[in-house]
């Protein structure tokens, strides 16, 4: 109310960015703008969103995310005092370094390391369930569906949980930057730290020793020991001419033995070894970086190496290959992707994908000879399919709606597609992976966010969220699509199978 006064009166000079702030957007990003549930508010986290870019976003809002439109609340003239209050620099830069995150890390007293696990249940066909609605994570059981625990989280759970190679161990993020360790096995949270003070995702390498948490706030990329969230590297990531910019996503590539980070600001993916005999990498021009390969004098060697990929424009978002030779990257601005080749570390072909493509949620399988990867569009209702060997658009398949989610699993024939937006939201496509025909249209609670699948181990059962406060996961037969219960839920998001994640299955993400 205080907002729309302070907009609505003639009398007063202008309408109050500050206050508008505190009133309307305070509750998602902080008080302190440094964020919460959303993204930090200071100039060092919006990067390229200024001007008529920011209020555009605070008009219209974001697709696909929790970020309203204020165009029917604020005027013009409100809308351009809280983007100018924003993009006014906090009194002190806030510093997130080495020792102020190991002065947040903090081991459970009380956790004891169980020798095996104390259920009965089979540990790799364990799915975690995270409820943001009140910030907790049900564990299943994948063959009764019981809930084995029900954990607390931190705030604002982010991005995918990552689990250990072996299973036992899983590890959550928030967007405030606290990374939470949780043993499956003793059914037990094993301790936390704050990485980062706004934060995007995390990765961790397949020798399990380290977990790489993505940062928008500062512009870092931190790496810990997964064995008990020390510190083992923060990098300042900035461009080859020293300016600063985001970590959009960080991605582990097990076969390169790297981690892949996205630049939020920059043209530039990085690679940052997570084994001893990473690299060389050059900061020149280099005819192949495969591992072994000393074409070049490397600037960097080991444990930690970085190497710079130059690409046209900065990329938000990717999706690999199966061997991890090559990427298929985008940008939120962009009507196309781009194919990198991670060995010659270069563009090697461009692809049409309009409508803001979720390249996070793509996924891959054979089809008559051919590798193909199924992309969704945030902004359109289609499902982009493209050849992997010659990146050719296959077809594109419509649907009824724009979705975010796209799953599927090596034991189904099928492809489960949500609606997230729009007239049709919460209808789910299945589509024939083969034919590349949709032959049903689930339609279990209209009008409610229905979305993201996942799968049981054996592929036997769909899991699918009804994303609201008083939702549930509905498990369906994978092969008849029969509904056969549902579990309530407090606004059930994402769910994650462990041996569907540890064994990088080709339908689910990674």
Aim: charged share 25%; glycine share 10%.
């Amino acid at each position: 109310m205080l907002a729309l006064t302070l907009v609505a009166s003639p009398a007063l000079a202008g309408p109050d960015g500050a206050a508008i702030y505190a009133d309307l957007c305070a509750s998602c990003h902080a008080e302190t703008r440094l964020g919460a549930q959303g993204p930090a508010l200071i100039p060092e986290s919006l990067g390229r969103l200024k001007g008529d870019k920011l209020t555009a976003v605070i008009a219209d809002g974001r697709a696909m995310t929790q970020m309203p439109a204020f165009a029917g609340t604020l005027d013009p003239e409100g809308i351009a005092a809280v983007a100018e209050f924003i993009s006014t620099p906090l009194p002190e830069t806030p510093v997130w370094g080495e020792t102020e995150i190991l002065a947040t890390r903090s081991l459970r007293e009380d956790y004891i390391p169980a020798e095996a696990p104390v259920f009965t249940a089979d540990p790799m066909n364990v799915t975690l369930v995270v409820e943001t609605g009140d910030s907790h994570i049900s564990v299943l059981d994948g063959d009764t569906f019981d809930v084995l625990d029900r954990f607390e989280t931190p705030f604002a759970v982010h991005g995918g949980p990552k689990f250990s190679s072996d299973g036992r161990y899983v590890f959550v993020m928030s967007r405030d930057g606290w990374v939470q360790k949780y043993d499956i096995w003793s059914l037990h949270e094993v301790g936390r730290v704050r990485a980062g003070l706004n934060s995007r995702n995390i990765a961790m390498s397949s020798d399990g020793k380290y977990l790489a948490v993505a940062n928008y706030l500062p512009n870092t990329l931190t790496i810990l020991n997964a064995a008990d969230l020390t510190v083992a590297r923060v990098f300042e990531v900035t461009g080859r001419k020293g300016e600063p910019s985001r970590v959009s996503a960080v991605y582990q590539a097990p076969e390169r033995g790297t981690f892949v980070l996205a630049l939020k600001d920059v043209p530039e993916i990085w690679e940052v070894a997570f084994t001893g005999d990473g690299g060389p990498y050059s900061e020149g021009f280099v005819h192949n970086n495969e591992n072994g390969m000393e074409e070049a004098v490397g600037v960097e060697k080991g444990l930690f190496a970085r190497r710079r990929i130059d690409v046209s424009a900065p990329l938000d978002d990717f999706f690999f290959s199966p061997d991890y030779r090559e990427l298929i990257g985008a940008n939120r601005e962009g009507e196309t992707g781009v194919v990198v080749n991670l060995d010659v570390g270069r563009e090697i072909a461009s692809l049409p994908l309009p409508g803001m493509p979720h390249l996070g949620s793509g996924i891959s399988w054979e089809r008559n000879g051919h590798r193909v990867v199924a992309i969704p569009h945030l902004n359109e209702p289609r499902i982009s399919i493209i050849d992997m060997e010659d990146w050719s658009l296959v077809k594109v398949i419509e649907t009824s709606g724009p979705g975010f989610f796209l799953r599927s699993h090596d034991g189904t024939p099928y492809l489960w597609a949500d609606v997230f937006t729009g007239e049709h939201k919460g209808e789910m496509h299945i589509i024939d992976k083969q034919s590349l025909e949709v032959v049903k249209v689930l339609k279990p609670e209209p009008g409610k966010t229905v979305a993201h699948t996942e799968f049981t181990r054996d592929g036997k059962y769909a899991l699918v969220s009804i994303w609201e406060m008083d939702g549930a996961v509905i498990i369906y037969d994978a092969a008849t699509f029969t509904e056969l219960k549902r579990l309530p839920m407090v606004k059930p998001s994402g769910k994650y199978n462990v041996w569907n994640k540890i064994t990088f299955e080709d339908g689910t993400s990674h």
